[in-house]
């Protein structure tokens, strides 16, 4: 599980800081037709914590996509980065994310993160001619 515990951060003074893991996202979150994750997903940020115990992050996702090619349905992988970038707070408040009990669980940001930067076909490559039917016939 993907949590922050922000009690511990401010029990340890650490107000900034890095983190990083993996992160094996669930198949649902593609929806390209015979695509699926090559690899976890790579997330890496820097957090602040404030004064009021919101939370911000902001970094990278990066992950492999493997599957056929939307195109002509040759095998095809593609390496995909995203950005991450949200705001914990400890109430609700509108547009983001809210937490309570001092731990952010950061599964939901993160799923959004790589929705969002999951491209809306996977390709073999620029040079995809795509299905090529014959254009014989029978005489």
Do not use: H, W
């Not at 992050?57 to 056929?68: A, N, V």
């Not at 620029?126 to 039917?133: R, T, V, Y």
């Amino acid at each position: 599980m993907m949590i922050i515990d922000v009690r511990k951060l401010n029990a340890q003074k650490k107000y900034t800081g890095s983190m990083e893991f993996e992160y094996s996202a669930p198949q649902e979150l593609i929806e390209i037709p015979f695509v699926k994750f090559a690899s976890p997903i790579k997330v890496r940020f820097d957090y602040e914590l404030y004064e009021d115990d919101s939370l911000e992050i902001r970094g990278t996702i990066s992950y492999r996509l493997e599957g056929q090619c939307s195109r002509c349905l040759k095998d095809a992988t593609k390496e995909v980065e995203g950005e991450i970038d949200a705001y914990f707070q400890p109430f609700k408040n509108g547009e983001d994310y809210s937490y309570s009990g001092g731990v952010i669980d950061l599964t939901q940001a993160i799923n959004e993160a790589v929705m969002a930067s999951m491209p809306f076909t996977l390709s073999c490559g620029d040079d995809c001619q795509g299905i090529s039917f014959s254009s014989e016939t029978d005489n």
